[in-house]
């Protein structure tokens, strides 16, 4: 089957369909969206959109972080940006992205538009989360290294599946919507390390509300704007489309938390480090040298060797290791300041953190070398792909959030086990005023 049809088929699965697993890891990836958005309030980048919103104005259907209704693809826009201001959200890594806020903005807003109930919200998210991220895989690595962003490339055709199903659009509207949605969907890689990286998931996320808006105005584009003769494949990645799973067999299910307020290609070196320093005890001055291989690709986004300001820390094997070894909380927000940039133990310590690219290494995992300077030398190892249970994963959530946004996070926590009592418009009041 090609892409195309099965992008238009995960539109329409029926939710007997989805797989529980699936459903359950989608209700922990609206609570982590929630918890990333409400802490991203405070974010600058987060005030400039809400005042964008209040000068537009429009027709007030849908929720934004930091309080108001707007009208639906405003609203994705602020959130989708919002929540992607502390660059703590989740990441699935052959989708090459970032997936709930591209696609979690959409369905709620355009969930609140509709009237829709909270379960629709989810099976919305989870169609379009799959969508995208088979999409990702057919771009491949290629489109990323040529310096597209997938959270908002592939991202955008994500937010326009989950705003087409809960707009109730048909197979061939939905089409249409998906066409709209090749000759829209952008964001550039230039832009991590300022505000334009988390914007490009709001744009994501608006890109799929305005695609499935004019699609169910009766608006016509091309039949395969995938794949399709000067298609957004064709175009944007010289990949070949690669054999996908059935439709029955979910890859969303590989979906990963973060746990480390930066970004996600320094977690599993983070972890690696966290693990051996947790046997052997260590400080700035007794390492005396880290040795870290990673996937070449990652070299061109989070190896910034000389941060400039607290949001290019996030990008910085050298300055996290640092923190590690000098036991920093890498998990809390406000740590990443402009001060921590200018660090000079850091900056010192920097200077002695070597990264090389390793062929052998793929992109959730990280190895390496830790010499003492008593001469004894340590490795480190770490696999971002181990599974972990669900209740864990409700647990750590849980601890997250409570750092994020303290007593907000119970608050928060009912969009895991109230869901089925809510409707849209009770997620959206949820995620203005949590308390």
């Known amino acids: 089957m090609s892409l195309i049809e099965t992008v238009l088929d995960l539109g329409t699965l029926p939710r007997s369909q989805m797989p529980p697993h699936s459903l359950r890891l989608a209700r922990l990836s609206l609570f982590d969206w929630a918890v990333c958005g409400r802490a991203g309030t405070r974010e600058p980048l987060s005030a400039k959109l809400r005042e964008l919103a209040v000068h537009e104005g429009g027709h007030p259907s849908a929720s934004i972080f930091g309080g108001g209704r707007y009208p639906a693809r405003m609203a994705a826009l602020v959130n989708g940006a919002t929540s992607h201001a502390l660059d703590y959200d989740d990441t699935h890594f052959a989708h090459v992205g970032h997936l709930s806020v591209g696609i979690y903005p959409a369905a709620l807003a355009v969930g609140e538009e509709t009237g829709a109930d909270g379960q629709s919200v989810?099976?919305?998210?989870?169609?379009g989360a799959e969508a995208a991220i088979r999409i990702g895989v057919a771009l491949g690595t290629a489109h990323y290294n040529r310096g597209f962003h997938q959270t908002a490339t592939a991202g955008a055709f994500g937010a326009t599946i989950a705003a087409a199903r809960l707009y109730g659009l048909n197979r061939e509207q939905t089409r249409a919507a998906i066409g709209l949605c090749a000759t829209r969907a952008s964001g550039l890689k230039s832009q991590f390390g300022t505000m334009g990286k988390p914007y490009n998931a709001g744009i994501a996320a608006s890109n799929g509300i305005e695609c499935a808006s004019l699609a169910r105005m009766g608006f016509t584009s091309c039949a395969d704007g995938l794949n399709g003769p000067q298609g957004f494949l064709p175009t944007h990645t010289d990949a070949a489309v690669p054999d996908l799973a059935p439709v029955?067999?979910?890859?969303?299910?590989?979906?990963?938390?973060?746990?480390?307020?930066?970004?996600?290609?320094?977690?599993?070196?983070?972890?690696?480090?966290?693990?051996?320093?947790?046997?052997?005890?260590?400080?700035?001055?007794?390492?005396?040298?880290?040795?870290?291989?990673?996937?070449?690709?990652?070299?061109?986004?989070?190896?910034?060797?000389?941060?400039?300001?607290?949001?290019?820390?996030?990008?910085?094997?050298?300055?996290?290791?640092?923190?590690?070894?000098?036991?920093?909380?890498?998990?809390?927000?406000?740590?990443?300041?402009?001060?921590?940039?200018?660090?000079?133990?850091l900056a010192d310590f920097a200077r002695r953190v070597e990264v090389v690219a390793d062929e052998g290494i793929d992109d959730m995992q990280a190895a390496g070398e830790i010499e003492m300077r008593d001469g004894e030398t340590l490795a480190f190892a770490h696999d971002l792909a181990r599974p972990l249970p669900a209740d864990v994963l409700e647990e750590k959530l849980l601890a997250k959030a409570k750092a994020l946004i303290?007593?907000?996070?119970?608050?928060?926590?009912?969009?895991?086990?109230?869901?089925?009592?809510?409707?849209?418009?009770?997620i959206g009041h949820i995620i203005r005023d949590a308390a």
């Open 122 to 127: 989810v099976e919305a998210f989870l169609a």
């Open 248 to 345: 029955s067999a979910f890859l969303f299910d590989d979906v990963k938390y973060k746990f480390h307020a930066c970004c996600h290609g320094t977690h599993a070196m983070i972890e690696g480090l966290l693990d051996t320093f947790a046997a052997h005890p260590a400080s700035l001055e007794t390492v005396e040298r880290i040795t870290l291989r990673t996937n070449p690709r990652w070299l061109r986004v989070c190896d910034i060797p000389a941060p400039a300001t607290g949001l290019e820390v996030k990008f910085s094997y050298r300055w996290l290791a640092g923190m590690v070894v000098d036991d920093r909380a890498t998990g809390v927000d406000t740590v990443y300041t402009d001060a921590l940039a200018a660090d000079p133990s």
């Open 406 to 426: 303290g007593t907000e996070a119970g608050a928060l926590q009912a969009l895991i086990h109230d869901l089925d009592d809510m409707d849209a418009g009770a």
